[in-house]
C-alpha cells in the first residue's frame, strides 16, 4: 500500500548572506542588554519605593510619606491612609510580579510558578485599576472641605466627574481656595 505522506523536503540555510549570524548573535546582545536594564531599573524603582514608604511605616513616621507624595498621608483619616497604604503595597506586587514573568528560565523551568504569579499579577492590576475606578466614580465632598479619600486628589489625578478642571493651584493637588489661604496640603 503506498504511503499518503510527503516525502521530507529539506530546509534552506539560514545564514544565506555573509555576517547573517553574527547579525543574529548582535540582536540577541541587544535583547539581553535591554532586558537586563530593564530588569535593574523594575529592581531600583522597587527598591525605592519599599525603602522610603515601607521603612517610614515600619519606624512609626508615616507623615515621612509626604515628602514625596503631597498627603499621602493625613492624620486622622484611616481609610485614606490605608488605600494610599494599599495603592504602594500592589505597587511593588506588580512591579516585582512583572519583572518575574518575563524570565523566560522561569517559564520553561517552573510552569506552574509562572501561570500563579501571572494570575496574582492580573489580581494586583485589576484591584489597583478598580481603586482608580471607584476614585473617579464618587463625587468629592466640596462643601464640607474634607480631604478624606475619594474627596482628596494626588497629584496630577484627574477631576471627578462633576468636578471643576483643575485651576493649577500646585503641585499639592489642593483647591485654590486653600491655596489663597495659605493652609498646608501635609497639615
Not at 61 to 83: I, K, M, S, Y
Request: charged content about 10%; overall charge positive.
Amino acid at each position: 500500500m503506498p504511503s499518503l505522506s510527503a516525502p521530507p523536503v529539506p530546509r534552506p540555510a539560514v545564514a544565506t548572506r555573509p555576517g547573517a549570524a553574527s547579525g543574529r548573535g548582535v540582536l540577541r546582545a541587544a535583547v539581553a542588554t535591554w532586558f537586563g536594564v530593564a530588569m535593574l531599573g523594575q529592581l531600583a524603582f522597587a527598591a525605592y519605593v519599599v525603602g522610603l514608604y515601607g521603612g517610614a511605616a515600619l519606624s512609626g513616621q508615616a507623615a515621612h510619606w509626604n515628602r514625596v507624595t503631597p498627603r499621602a498621608w493625613v492624620p486622622g483619616e484611616p481609610v485614606g491612609n490605608l488605600v494610599f497604604a494599599s495603592h504602594v503595597a500592589f505597587t511593588v506586587a506588580i512591579l516585582l510580579g512583572g519583572l518575574i514573568q518575563l524570565l523566560p528560565p522561569l517559564r520553561r523551568r517552573a510552569p506552574a510558578l509562572h501561570r500563579w504569579n501571572g494570575r496574582l499579577y492580573l489580581a494586583a492590576a485589576v484591584v489597583l485599576a478598580a481603586r482608580w475606578a471607584a476614585s473617579r466614580s464618587r463625587p468629592a465632598r466640596p462643601s464640607t472641605g474634607s480631604r478624606s479619600w475619594p474627596a482628596r486628589r494626588w497629584p496630577g489625578a484627574l477631576p471627578g466627574p462633576d468636578e471643576p478642571p483643575s485651576t493649577g493651584a500646585g503641585r499639592c493637588g489642593c483647591s485654590s481656595a486653600s491655596a489663597a489661604s495659605g493652609s498646608s496640603a501635609s497639615a
